[in-house]
């Protein structure tokens, strides 16, 4: 995932999994057997009132350096000639935006803050919206294989960041997308934590399964 010389660009959204993830990349610095760059970076995506400004001084109490960059994605994407899933385009404009930012500061890596928790729900969107059978992967090769999305906490619970973000006192930045609370993903986080309510082992075991598939045990249809 990390090698010898990586520069990492880092997305930072202001919640608890990417914060986490800074730290956790901060720490593994000092300590890892190879030496690596990152490069935090916040894309405000333009709504009001904006925390920017406080995520900045945060990160900068704990000798982070963050790249801001104030953008209008949100308002597009949440614009009535958006026909689109606004957190969709929204998240595609982010990201494109990332991507520029790593080509121009020669990074061949993107770090995201996905959790265990958001590959599942990603998942169950991709089946109930796309119809298929997909999700995010830890390492995700792109662009001839020239560039890296890498996902450092892909096998991490959120109730670990949470647990990480109380212990070291990181700031809960409140959201002010107007899609945050009633997103799909939002939708689906709810129904994935009634049905985690029906036993302990079935949220392991509906991770595991992602990597225990039995392809001749599926329909095949054209």
């Known amino acids: 995932m990390i090698k010898d010389g990586d520069k990492i660009v880092t997305a930072i959204s202001g919640g608890k999994d990417s914060l986490a993830m800074i730290h956790f990349l901060k720490f593994f610095q000092s300590v890892a057997?190879?030496?690596?760059?990152?490069?935090?970076v916040y894309i405000d995506p333009g709504f009001s009132p904006s925390?920017?400004?406080e995520l900045s001084e945060y990160l900068k109490s704990k000798e982070i350096d963050l790249y801001c960059e104030k953008a209008d994605f949100g308002i597009i994407a949440h614009?009535?000639?958006n026909r689109e899933n606004p957190c969709f385009l929204c998240s595609r404009l982010r990201r494109k935006r990332l991507f520029e930012?790593?080509?121009?500061?020669?990074?061949?890596?993107?770090?995201?803050?996905?959790?265990?928790?958001?590959?599942?729900?990603t998942l169950f969107i991709n089946m109930?919206?796309?119809?298929?059978?997909?999700?995010?992967?830890?390492?995700?090769?792109?662009?001839?294989?020239?560039?890296?999305?890498?996902?450092?906490?892909?096998?991490?619970?959120?109730?670990?960041?949470?647990?990480?973000?109380?212990?070291?006192?990181?700031p809960a930045f409140i959201n002010p997308c107007p899609s945050a609370s009633n997103s799909k993903r939002s939708e689906l986080k709810g129904f994935l934590e009634t049905l985690y309510g029906h036993g302990p082992q079935i949220k392991p075991n509906v991770f595991r399964s992602l990597s225990r598939v039995k392809t001749e045990y599926l329909p095949k249809y054209t």
Request: glycine share 6%.
């Open 51 to 53: 925390f920017s400004d």
């Open 101 to 121: 930012l790593a080509d121009e500061w020669g990074s061949y890596k993107l770090a995201l803050g996905h959790t265990r928790d958001d590959i599942v729900e």
């Open 33 to 40: 057997p190879v030496r690596f760059e990152i490069f935090p």
């Open 79 to 81: 614009s009535t000639e």
């Open 128 to 170: 109930c919206y796309k119809g298929e059978l997909s999700t995010m992967v830890p390492v995700q090769k792109m662009f001839k294989e020239q560039f890296s999305i890498i996902r450092p906490l892909a096998f991490v619970d959120e109730e670990m960041t949470e647990a990480f973000r109380k212990e070291i006192g990181i």
